[in-house]
């Protein structure tokens, strides 16, 4: 029976060497009602029963995870009834905690946690000796985190059983271990003001928000950026066509005035003007082109050039060859004058 009361300790210890979790600071304030040999008084009105009936307990908490964590504590636990006898009891107890809302939203309450755990304690007789007694403990338990600034606040009850039948200082053949029920509230300091830990929270859940943000807005300017760099390599193409276009409208251009001056150079003799509008190495391309154009054309062969000219009309006249080239150039923009 007695390796029982080592489970707890136990259970602590290898919770402490198989977590990364913290221990805390712990105190707690208690009543009791015993159930022994002789009966309780519940006449609390009485100051000197809940005096008789009252305990304090120090020690440590230890968190290991929401599921599981565990205390050990020093106390001085009063059991009594005023007129018949009363008891101070000096109790080590080692507490093992199972929330039983794990993962679950609860108003107010953190964890609701099945309590179990066993102690021993040393206990005043009536003759001003103390004799040791153990106990086991089973009970439930209430975690608000939100009720203090500066911690937790926990609050229960336990059932305490005795091995023994001495607490109430007499021994009773035949009757029952004598047992506890304790209503306690307590503290657990956490080490954290709760103000700062929700500011905490907050500056983490804005910060979360900016940097979602900022990833919105970084997104939202490489799309402009890539945007603006297809803009602009679509308007360079565009530029380097009108350029190559220009290009080509000052080469005809520069072709026709060197035709024209050289038109005016020759001498008197009487020439034909034709207005071109295409030149290809084959008749049969010529032919090709000429048919796309509406109205009539010819097509004059240039041994020399091995070309085949398409021509708009002849003119024996440059003025009318020049006013025609107009016409001409609403075709293409590179029709030019030949000289015959």
């Not at 060497?17 to 208690?30: C, D, L, V």
């Not at 009108?242 to 080509?248: C, Q, S, V, Y």
């Not at 796309?292 to 070309?307: A, D, K």
Request: charge should be negative.
């Amino acid at each position: 029976m007695k390796t029982f009361y080592y489970l707890p300790v136990l259970f602590i210890s290898a919770l402490t060497m198989n977590a990364q979790s913290k221990w805390s600071p712990y105190a707690s304030i208690e009543e009791n009602i015993h159930f022994t040999d002789v009966s309780a008084a519940l006449n609390y009105p009485d100051l000197s029963v809940p005096a008789a009936n009252s305990g304090i307990r120090l020690g440590a908490f230890y968190n290991y995870n929401n599921l599981l964590s565990g205390e050990v504590t020093l106390g001085i636990t009063g059991v009594g009834t005023p007129g018949s006898f009363s008891t101070k009891i000096v109790p080590v107890e080692f507490i093992g905690h199972y929330n039983l809302i794990d993962e679950m939203e609860v108003p107010v309450i953190s964890k609701f946690n099945l309590d179990l755990g066993a102690g021993t304690g040393a206990i005043e007789l009536d003759n001003g000796q103390f004799g040791f007694s153990e106990h086991v403990v089973l009970g439930a338990s209430a975690e608000l985190p939100s009720v203090l600034p500066f911690g937790t606040m926990i609050i229960g009850t336990r059932y305490t059983l005795f091995v023994d039948d001495y607490i109430d200082g007499t021994v009773v053949s035949g009757s029952s271990n004598d047992a506890v029920l304790r209503f306690f509230a307590a503290v657990r300091f956490d080490g954290n003001s709760r103000k700062l830990a929700t500011a905490l929270m907050e500056a983490e859940s804005k910060a979360e928000k900016l940097k979602a943000d900022q990833a919105t807005i970084e997104k939202a300017h490489t799309e402009k950026i890539k945007q603006a760099n297809a803009k602009n390599n679509k308007l360079s193409l565009e530029k380097t066509a009108l350029e190559d276009e220009l290009d080509a409208l000052k080469a005809s251009q520069a072709k026709v005035q060197e035709e024209v001056n050289e038109a005016k150079s020759t001498s008197t003799d009487k020439k034909q003007y034709h207005v071109v509008i295409g030149s290809f190495p084959s008749q049969e391309m010529a032919e090709n082109y000429a048919k796309s154009i509406e109205g009539e054309t010819s097509i004059v062969p240039v041994n020399e050039l091995s070309t085949y000219r398409v021509v708009l009309s002849v003119h024996d006249n440059l003025n009318k060859a020049l006013a025609e080239l107009e016409n001409a150039r609403e075709i293409t923009s590179s029709a030019w004058i030949s000289v015959n």
